[in-house]
């Protein structure tokens, strides 16, 4: 019955958010009020803990949205100062093959952009980029989408995991067992799926385009294979050259560097393989002549007012680049183990002790938060490395302002619904609390099973919300607790919690409207969803299958 209350503030945000399509802040601050009706009156959860919940947790959020507007300030700047359409067409320029083309901005581009920018980014930017080549704009949808799934628990310097995770998993840890030792483990199993699927993900979604794009022969199981097997080797050794680097830097490095890392070399790899033709097919691979393109892959877009046109100002490739390298660069030597940077870094900052007479605590490390340094002083450098106008300064600052508001609400809303969901434990009744109730309603509903059923939670949070880092706040303490609950490892289900977030965003109906919106092909968001559900089916089974693997074989080597 207490696992059944709990439920109906996630299970009322959720039906607002997929059924009514209320806007994120609005069903979560539902979802809020229900949790705090219950919390004071079902558990009878005093006021002294409840508001030290609601503080706690909005802070946390706003510390995540600090993230956020250092990431979209970064964003702003280079595309009002020129460097975003250089860098697009930079790309126009290396290989004909479409193949080619799908590849290495999806394991090159799109991974570097969700490293550093994350929140819808990355698919945001690559869609068009793809449009531009002459990818059809559903195809150029769909692919910005699929690409995007592996990258986002390591998402803007790891966000989902060091504070999607870290800002509530804390309270439910056993004493003793220290929140970033924790993550760290998470991190190295996540990195250990994700990076494992990059190994075919890429080849998979080639056959896909093909399939679904081909010309009229092409689009039969047979010949699409047969046309995707030419680029196999170029496919997969980007690929694993991705997932290993993202499977070692999350193991040795943490969880904010992966993404750039990985992002990186695969660009430079797929850049230097392309010219040189290595492993390059022989026979060049295009789409049908757009006069024959249906509508559905048109989005209804005039093709002819697309994103071919060049660059506005001329300006060098690597100088477009500057900026992300010089993030990447700080984030590299800052969080390098064994400089000791990272803890020089956290120890300046202030906080509040012991909220409210609680246990709780919260301590603010303005230099270690990467929406602060580097985003920020990095984003102020490219307005004098590039010149940009006054107006146009002030025109980025305006626009990441008004883009982070929204979020913003909505993860101060998530984490404070979270955070008494989780602290309602403190009650007289000596009862569970709403999220440990949950937890063991889960754990004897899945069982053994939970390895399997982890990431499709974690796809639920990630297509209710749009966010990893939203997905990881709702569920990681269920997860955890379940995990408990039925003996399994719990930094393990965790981390296929962390890794279905990503999962959910391939058919969240916020990012397919945000993509919809971008490349201006709104009302197509249907079109999008029914072929990314294929995808997601593919991964999540995989996902769940792996972590199978991982939690009953693999992990159990090492304690």
């Known amino acids: 019955m207490l696992a059944l209350i709990a439920a109906v503030p996630i299970a009322v945000a959720f039906l607002l958010l997929t059924v009514f399509r209320l806007s994120a802040a609005k069903a979560m601050g539902v979802g809020w009020s229900l949790a705090t009706i219950f919390g004071l009156s079902v558990w009878q959860m005093g006021l002294q803990w409840w508001s030290a919940s609601v503080v706690y947790g909005g802070l946390q959020a706003l510390e995540i949205a600090l993230i956020i507007f250092g990431a979209i300030l970064l964003m702003n700047y280079l595309d009002r100062s020129g460097a975003i359409s250089t860098i697009r067409w930079h790309f126009t320029q290396i290989q004909e093959d479409r193949r080619i083309q799908l590849l290495i901005i999806g394991f090159g581009f799109i991974v570097i952009i969700e490293g550093v920018a994350g929140f819808g980014t990355p698919a945001a930017l690559a ?26 628990p390591f998402g803007v310097a790891g966000i989902p995991t060091l504070q999607g995770i870290g800002s509530v998993i804390g309270p439910v840890l056993p004493p003793g067992e220290g929140v970033q030792g924790f993550l760290s483990v ?49 496919a997969l050794a980007l690929g694993l050259t991705t997932g ?12 904010e560097l992966p993404d750039i890392i990985s992002g990186f070399a695969a660009l430079g790899l797929g850049i230097v393989m392309a010219r040189k033709g290595f492993l390059i097919p022989e026979d060049s691979w295009d789409f049908i002549d757009k006069g024959k393109w249906s509508d559905v892959w048109r989005g209804g877009l005039n093709m002819e007012e697309s994103f071919q046109e060049k660059p506005k100002k001329e300006m060098a490739v690597l100088k477009s680049w500057t900026p992300y390298i010089l993030v990447a660069g700080f984030l590299l030597v800052t969080r390098l183990p ?21 246990d709780l605590s919260f301590f603010f490390k303005p230099l270690y938060l990467p929406g602060v340094v580097p985003f920020i002083p990095v984003a102020i450098f490219s307005g004098f490395l590039y010149k ?7 025109g980025a600052w305006r626009n990441s302002l008004k883009r982070t508001l929204a979020p913003a609400i909505t993860l101060i809303v998530a984490v404070s619904m979270s955070q008494i969901m989780i602290q309602s434990k403190h009650n007289p009744l000596e009862q569970l609390g709403m999220m440990e109730s949950l937890s063991q309603a889960l754990a004897l509903g899945a069982g053994g099973a939970l390895s399997f059923v982890a990431p499709w939670i974690g796809a639920l949070g990630g297509f209710v ?69 294929v995808p997601t089916v593919v991964y999540g ?19």
């Open 127 to 152: 869609a068009p980029l793809m449009i531009g080549l002459g990818f059809p704009p559903l195809a150029a949808a769909v692919f910005g989408l699929w690409f995007n799934a592996p990258n986002p």
């Open 186 to 234: 998470v991190s190295r199993w996540t990195g250990i799926t994700s990076g494992l699927t990059y190994t075919f993900w890429g080849l998979l979604a080639v056959w896909m385009m093909i399939y679904w794009f081909g010309s009229e022969e092409e689009r039969s199981l047979k010949k699409s294979i047969k046309v995707a097997l030419p680029v196999a080797p170029f």
């Open 244 to 255: 290993l680097l993202h499977s070692l830097v999350a193991w040795f490095m943490g969880p």
């Open 338 to 358: 064994g400089l000791g940077l990272a803890d020089l870094l956290a120890r300046y900052g202030g906080g509040i002790g012991d909220i409210f007479g609680t």
């Open 388 to 394: 940009m106008e006054r107006r146009e300064v002030l």
């Open 465 to 533: 919300t749009g966010s990893n880092t939203s997905s990881n706040i709702l569920f990681s303490p269920l997860q955890y607790g379940a995990a408990r609950e039925v003996g399994l490892n719990p930094a393990v289900i965790t981390s296929l919690q962390n890794v279905g977030g990503g999962i959910g965003n391939l058919v969240s109906v916020l990012n397919v409207a945000a993509i919809s919106g971008v490349i201006g092909v709104t009302g197509r968001e249907g079109d999008m969803i029914r072929k990314t559900i």
């Open 541 to 559: 089974c995989f996902a769940g299958g792996f972590g199978t693997l991982l939690v009953y074989v693999v992990a159990p080597l090492f304690p």
